[in-house]
């Protein structure tokens, strides 16, 4: 277990673009060191590393694809070498529909992943798990047209990461859904990409709130981003408040907190 003189590990999923993008910044911003993991966009995450680094933060790129057993491998073999824990994970990648036959596929893939992060993950580590409000109350309320495929798949692993709580759970590790008033924009999806864009102003809220549930004393198990203000840099207002809050969560996680006060099955 490191200790609290050292800075906080985050691994961001999707974090090459967008709300992802967004998050690693915030978090590095308030004291962690970042990995900033992606399947694609090599150019991208490096740029977003550039900007961490240039604004005095730690980052780095992490290439990885959740639904390739063989990459998560290297991934967890990598962070276990050059960071030795993760204390936060951030569950961001943005849902790819597949077909009914492949769903099962799917959902062992991201199974075996939040598996693999976990035993990088000492008692007091956070998982939080990033979705929109549209995703989050699918089927139950109205969605807009053409978008039902990316929402159904997001939900269902918001329902799989449920699931995994009780595991989670006792190995003392606090899990977190964050949703918020965003859509996430399909690579594949031009109009997805079209309607996201219209949400843009939202990702700094739903950011700020994702960061400061890594850190939250008593973390809660739905968080809904306030996405109600004018747009700003969250990150501009909340440092001290995230640092001293992570300050507090590094010194219970060094005394060794039991593992029902991290506890938080729903």
Not at 231 to 239: D, E, R, T, V, Y
Request: charge should be negative.
């Amino acid at each position: 277990m490191h200790t609290d003189t050292q800075p906080q590990v985050a691994l961001v999923t999707g974090a090459s673009c967008g709300l992802g993008a967004e998050v690693a910044r915030q978090l590095a911003q308030n004291g962690a060191q970042v990995i900033v993991a992606y399947r694609d966009n090599r150019d991208d995450a490096d740029a977003v590393v550039a900007d961490i680094r240039g604004a005095g933060g730690e980052a780095r790129a992490l290439e990885t694809d959740i639904l390739d057993g063989d990459s998560v491998s290297a991934m967890t073999d990598d962070i276990r070498r050059q960071f030795g824990h993760i204390d936060t994970l951030v569950l961001n990648a943005t849902a790819v529909p597949v077909s009914a036959d492949a769903k099962a596929a799917k959902r062992d893939a991201q199974r075996k992943f939040v598996a693999a992060a976990l035993e990088l993950m000492a008692p007091g580590s956070r998982i939080v798990f990033v979705t929109s409000n549209q995703a989050h109350f699918y089927p139950n309320k109205g969605v807009l047209k053409g978008y039902e495929p990316i929402l159904a798949s997001k939900r269902d692993d918001e329902s799989d990461l449920y699931a995994m709580r009780p595991e989670i759970s006792r190995r003392g590790v606090a899990c977190t859904v964050v949703t918020g008033d965003f859509l996430e924009a399909a690579e594949d999806s031009p109009e997805a990409q079209a309607l996201a864009h219209q949400h843009d102003p939202a990702v700094p809220q739903v950011a700020a709130a994702v960061a400061l549930a890594t850190v939250q004393p008593l973390p809660a198990s739905i968080v809904y981003a306030d996405t109600s203000a004018p747009a700003a840099n969250p990150g501009a207002i909340l440092p001290d408040r995230l640092l001293s809050q992570l300050a507090t969560w590094h010194e219970s996680t060094a005394v060794g907190r039991k593992v029902r006060e991290f506890a938080n099955v729903s």
